[in-house]
């Protein structure tokens, strides 16, 4: 089976969130099931220096604008297919903005040229390349399918995975003309939003089967709250709506190898986690005490319920937990967690920015990690922590009330508890669940069986692979059909 995946990230050469890890992830899982994934990525500088020698597999003497050429090459153990449009990616500062983070004003041509060209190789545009399906990921990548419906793919089966519904490349109906699109695809059932253009949008109407990347946010984008817009075009579409958890690389993610660690260790010997707990304390300033090191890992923002961890960090000081906090986003949060984190010096730890070393030794070092997200999709962090023995405090929403099960008296009876759960959006529910942590670990026989289970859980890709694939196959039952 040969499947094309579309997408505007891929580990480890261009990254900006969990997408990155999952494109890059997905292809390894499907390659032990049989699947043959190429993945179609724009030609951004970093990976462009990537490979030197360059043959053009196709050749486009016009593309939004300027020349533009496709490669064929293998990087990073990936085969690629690099959309090379210098006048469109070659440009200072990330994917989507420049060095200030200010978005690209012509995103919308960049990632139609992407789109134009996902549809193209599915029509047969590269000599000897066929693939038997598409899979376009999240907004920057979704006109793909648009193309295709309108164009020489149109019977190729096709599928949208939507990672977060907030993103959704909403533009104004003025360019449409040049998006190379025939006049009915501005319609309700076409490409048209709200009187503009929807990328995400036209991906979600074209798509033979939409997943998310969590059973319970496939369902919570059904509703006015999560939706954003969407819902009533989702509702409609329900019967083909699925949602996977997504998986790790567990060999990267792997405590008793990883190169990050100070000391490496299983869940058969969890003291071994001491001395990377020392390496927390230090690089944070924490006091040296037997209290528990609750870590946040996370972008400091409204999504992630950074507001709300800030409202009541006070009051999770006066549980008796210390914090250890890494991230960087809002300005005003970042000040807010800097203030507490002056106000109670050696009980909380705070450094802005993003540091991937510094994120392992944390899951290494810490004995749980709080992730208070409003909506949050799948989410990787808690499955890090599981991997790491860094008991889950989660919110009950998307993939972290699917993959987190909470330490309540039956689960820990029946010993199958992997962590804490509580309401999203409600400071005094998170604030109930740090105490809850803090009395399970002054158990330590208990805690380590919650550590001890959500390490054994299966948090690699195997498992999501497997059901990519079944849809896979339902996808060409309907084209045969």
Same mark, same amino acid.
């Given at each position: 089976m040969q499947v094309l995946s579309v997408t505007p990230e891929i580990f480890p050469l261009i990254k900006t969130g969990g997408l990155a890890d999952v494109t890059g992830a997905l292809p390894v899982a499907l390659a032990a099931k049989g699947v043959t994934m190429r993945t179609l990525i724009p030609g951004f500088p970093a990976v462009m220096e990537g490979f030197k020698k360059r043959k053009a597999v196709y050749q486009y003497p016009l593309l939004q604008g300027g020349k533009a050429s496709i490669h064929a090459v293998e990087l990073a153990g990936l085969d690629l297919f690099v959309l090379d449009a210098p006048h469109l990616f070659d440009r200072p500062g990330g994917p989507y903005g420049n060095a200030s983070g200010a978005d690209w004003p012509d995103n919308w041509r960049r990632f139609a040229a992407l789109s134009q060209a996902g549809a193209d190789i599915a029509g047969g545009a590269i000599s000897g390349y066929l693939p038997d399906i598409v899979h376009a990921h999240d907004w920057q990548s979704a006109m793909t399918l648009a193309y295709m419906r309108y164009g020489k793919a149109v019977g190729t089966p096709s599928m949208m995975t939507v990672h977060n519904l907030a993103f959704q490349g909403q533009f104004g109906a003025g360019i449409f003309g040049e998006l190379g699109l025939p006049a009915m695809a501005m319609a309700l059932d076409g490409v048209e939003y709200y009187g503009g253009v929807?990328?995400?949008?036209?991906?979600?109407?074209?798509?033979?089967?939409?997943?998310?990347?969590?059973?319970?946010?496939?369902?919570?984008?059904?509703?006015?709250?999560?939706?954003?817009?969407?819902?009533?075009?989702?509702?409609?579409?329900?019967?083909?709506?699925?949602?996977?958890?997504?998986?790790?690389?567990?060999?990267?993610?792997?405590?008793?190898?990883?190169?990050?660690?100070?000391?490496?260790?299983?869940? +058969?010997?969890?003291?071994?986690?001491?001395?990377?707990?020392?390496?927390?304390?230090?690089?944070?300033?924490?006091?040296?005490?037997?209290?528990?090191?609750?870590?946040?890992?996370?972008?400091?923002?409204?999504?992630?319920?950074?507001?709300?961890?800030?409202?009541?960090?006070?009051?999770?000081? +006066?549980?008796?937990?210390?914090?250890?906090?890494?991230?960087?986003?809002? +300005?005003?949060?970042?000040?807010?967690?800097?203030?507490?984190?002056?106000?109670?010096?050696?009980?909380?730890?705070?450094?802005?920015?993003?540091?991937?070393?510094l994120s392992h030794?944390?899951?290494?070092?810490?004995?749980?990690?709080?992730?208070?997200?409003?909506?949050?999709?799948?989410?990787?962090?808690?499955?890090?922590?599981?991997?790491?023995?860094?008991?889950?405090?989660?919110?009950?929403?998307?993939?972290?009330?699917?993959?987190?099960?909470?330490?309540?008296?039956?689960?820990?009876?029946?010993?199958?508890?992997?962590?804490?759960?509580?309401?999203?959006?409600?400071?005094?529910?998170?604030?109930?669940?740090?105490?809850?942590?803090?009395?399970?670990? +002054?158990d330590s026989a208990a805690f380590e069986t919650i550590q001890r289970q959500g390490m054994k859980a299966d948090v690699s890709w195997d498992k999501s692979a497997e059901k990519y694939l079944e849809l896979y196959r339902l996808l060409l039952s309907k084209r045969v059909a």
């Open positions: 929807g990328f995400l949008k036209a991906g979600l109407q074209a798509a033979w089967a939409i997943t998310t990347v969590s059973p319970t946010y496939a369902q919570e984008i059904r509703s006015p709250e999560f939706g954003m817009g969407l819902d009533g075009l989702i509702n409609m579409r329900s019967s083909d709506l699925y949602g996977i958890v997504n998986g790790i690389d567990t060999a990267i993610w792997d405590p008793e190898t990883d190169k990050h660690l100070v000391s490496n260790y299983t869940a +058969a010997t969890l003291k071994a986690r001491a001395p990377n707990r020392a390496a927390v304390e230090e690089r944070f300033g924490l006091d040296r005490d037997d209290s528990p090191i609750v870590c946040v890992i996370s972008r400091l923002t409204w999504q992630k319920g950074m507001d709300i961890l800030a409202t009541v960090i006070d009051g999770i000081v +006066a549980t008796g937990a210390r914090l250890a906090i890494l991230g960087s986003g809002d +300005a005003g949060l970042e000040g807010a967690l800097l203030a507490a984190a002056a106000r109670h010096r050696g009980r909380i730890g705070v450094v802005i920015g993003y540091d991937e070393g030794t944390m899951q290494g070092g810490c004995d749980a990690i709080i992730i208070p997200s409003r909506f949050e999709p799948c989410g990787l962090t808690q499955l890090y922590g599981l991997r790491y023995g860094c008991v889950p405090v989660v919110a009950r929403t998307g993939g972290l009330a699917d993959t987190i099960i909470d330490a309540n008296e039956a689960a820990m009876a029946a010993g199958v508890a992997t962590g804490f759960q509580f309401a999203p959006n409600n400071g005094g529910a998170m604030l109930h669940a740090i105490r809850r942590l803090v009395d399970a670990y +002054a």
